[in-house]
């Protein structure tokens, strides 16, 4: 029979450990850690990104967080005429595409496979976004040499081998005061060591890193004037 002096310290062990149960289930749960966290953006939009990121695993995704961000980006700087290079299943896209929403703009996004260029439609529709998004399936290395400017906001996110080639083709697309972002530039570092070095000593350039999610983007404002 355990004393009551030897009761106390159990019992405190107990509270503890349950509450340090309690927490450990907030701190690591997606909404805690802003993991589900749609912003302002609309319910049809809100209820297919949440169903993406629950039924459409292992597509290398933003966060919602750095979805978010690109959200805000797009509104923040006005963005107009949006490019980006690798739609995947069409879930950053879905991002810009909701800020670009705000702004009046326009997306025109550039996939290679066929079974992800699918998927991106089904999921543009169903998020009600599909009248301003051009999706367009090709090589962004062949496609982008073709496109007509400008492009005020471009997001890559793609094979990391070709980040610096797809700087080289879209900063001419890219007036005074626009913006290029690039993702995986913290978690994928060592495999973007030269791009980094690019968009950090280019003189065309204005970088910084940020990292509101696992991924971190670069955020590179063209020199030469702002936009309006």
């Excluded at 690039?182 to 070095?197: E, G, K, P, S, Y």
């Amino acid at each position: 029979m355990f004393s009551s002096i030897s009761k106390v310290p159990r019992q405190r062990k107990w509270a503890a450990a349950i509450a340090f149960f309690v927490w450990g289930l907030v701190a690591v749960s997606p909404a805690a850690l802003g993991e589900q966290d749609t912003g302002p953006v609309g319910d049809q939009t809100k209820e297919r990104l949440s169903w993406m990121r629950d039924h459409q695993t292992g597509m290398w995704n933003v966060a919602p967080r750095e979805g978010l961000f690109l959200h805000d980006l797009v509104v923040k700087t006005h963005a107009k005429r949006a490019l980006e290079i690798g739609t995947a299943n069409g879930y950053s896209g879905i991002w810009i595409a909701a800020g670009l929403r705000q702004t009046g703009g326009h997306l025109l996004t550039l996939e290679i496979d066929p079974g992800r260029v699918k998927l991106a439609e089904e999921n543009f529709l169903a998020a009600g976004v599909q009248d301003i998004v051009t999706l367009k399936l090709g090589d962004a290395l062949q496609e982008v040499p073709n496109l007509q400017g400008p492009f005020d906001f471009v997001f890559i996110d793609a094979w990391k081998q070709d980040y610096v080639t797809y700087l080289h083709m879209v900063l001419p697309l890219v007036p005074s005061g626009g913006v290029i972002v690039a993702h995986n530039v913290t978690d994928m570092r060592d495999q973007l060591l030269d791009f980094i070095h690019e968009i950090t000593t280019s003189r065309q350039l204005k970088t910084t890193i940020e990292n509101p999610g696992p991924g971190g983007f670069s955020v590179s404002y063209k020199r030469g004037g702002k936009k309006g």
